[in-house]
């Protein structure tokens, strides 16, 4: 009678078993290896639509705001100072920016002498910007559209504590920016000589729109 050897089932069990880890250890692998390469391409995918927004501060003393009113009987220019601004940047395309000027600051270049001192007091009264209770303005970009060297801005004007949406066509030059924006200051509670306000004006009339030539270097 043969006796078989109780050590070969125990053999047997073990190489089963061996067996058996050998391939859940191996799918475990495959697991972590296909894990890897999600976590990797999902990690190339978030990279390649992150953006690099810069701030671009522009230069306060190289930059210029020239201002132009108009009336029936004429018209006015002079100066008004950028307080301070920036534009966000990520490479070439505007992203936001902000610009701050500051009202107190204006000035008028084409009159001299006391009519000089009489109109820039005026356009510091109440009659028109009230630069004690408001001696800045804000320039808010929201959004800018890339064309060339141009871009189509749209953002937010805040004069007297009134916000109104703006849009226009800025023009880069190297590190220049340049544009000419055109403001209704009807919509901002500027209402001396204003025919939307008042009747019978005649040759009194001061027109609502007005221009800023701007040029801002960076």
Known sequence: MKIQNPFNNLDQGLKKLNSASKKAFNLLNRDNRVKSVLILAVGVAAASFTTK???????VKSSSITWIGKKVTGKHMGTIDLKEG???????????GEFVIDMTSITCTDLEGDSKGQLEGHLKSDDFFGVENFPTAKLVITKAVKDGNSYTVTGHLTIKETTEPVTFELEKAGDNFTTTLTIDRSKYNVRYGSGSFFDNLGDKTIYDDFTLDINLSI
């Not at 920036?86 to 936001?96: S, V």
Request: hydrophobic share 35%; aromatic share 6%; glycine share 12%.
């Open 86 to 96: 920036h534009f966000e940047m990520d490479g070439e395309n505007i992203t936001g």
């Open 53 to 59: 927004t810069i701030m671009e501060k522009v230069s």
